[in-house]
């Protein structure tokens, strides 16, 4: 609204407002609240965290009937906003027409951000609850399809999420 040339607001900030002691005010007592919450520390490595089945840990292929869903589209390399995945296709005699025959995640590069989940119209890579990653040099880092496939069992929880979720 203008008046005059003047803009108006519908309710303006009394002198008390305007000091922002309020606003600290609120700040202090959240802050006073959490000191007195009850802690939760883990004793690591004894003692481990077991993520829900929304936690986003490192990405791995889905595997089901020791055949892998995968069909080598390329869209979760396309997808990637890290460029950490490599996919390269070729034929295959089953019911399928493609499989990966390379199909490599460098975990350096992967920011986790489940891109690679979301896209992929067979259910054939996701985000598992693991998320210890260890390496002691660049190429340990680099997984291939023998230390990234997963069976439909070992996933259940996070295959179920999914579907309840989409």
């Known amino acids: 609204m203008q008046s005059n040339g003047k803009m108006i607001r519908k309710k303006d900030l009394n002198i008390w ?7 600290i005010l609120k ?10 919450k009850p802690k ?3 004793s690591y490595p004894e003692e481990h965290f077991k993520p829900n089945s929304s936690f986003r840990g490192r990405p791995v292929l ?3 009937n020791e055949v892998e869903r995968c069909v080598a589209c390329g869209l979760c390399s396309r997808v990637c906003p890290a460029l950490a995945i490599e996919v390269q296709a070729s034929e295959t005699p089953l019911e399928k027409e493609r ?21 992929c ?19 340990e ?8 496939l997963k069976s439909t069992e070992e996933l259940r929880d996070r295959l179920e999420f999914l579907r309840q979720n989409r």
């Open 17 to 23: 407002q305007k000091s922002y002691i309020p606003e």
């Open 27 to 36: 700040g202090v007592r959240q802050t006073i609240a959490e000191m007195f």
């Open 40 to 42: 939760f520390t883990y």
């Open 62 to 64: 889905v595997k089901e």
């Open 99 to 119: 499989y990966p025959i390379v199909f490599e995640i460098n975990m350096v590069r992967c920011i986790f951000c489940g891109f690679c989940e979301e896209v």
């Open 121 to 139: 119209p067979e259910e054939a890579i996701v985000m598992s609850n693991e998320y210890e990653l260890v390496f002691s040099n660049q190429e």
């Open 141 to 148: 880092a680099v997984f291939g399809k023998d230390r990234l």
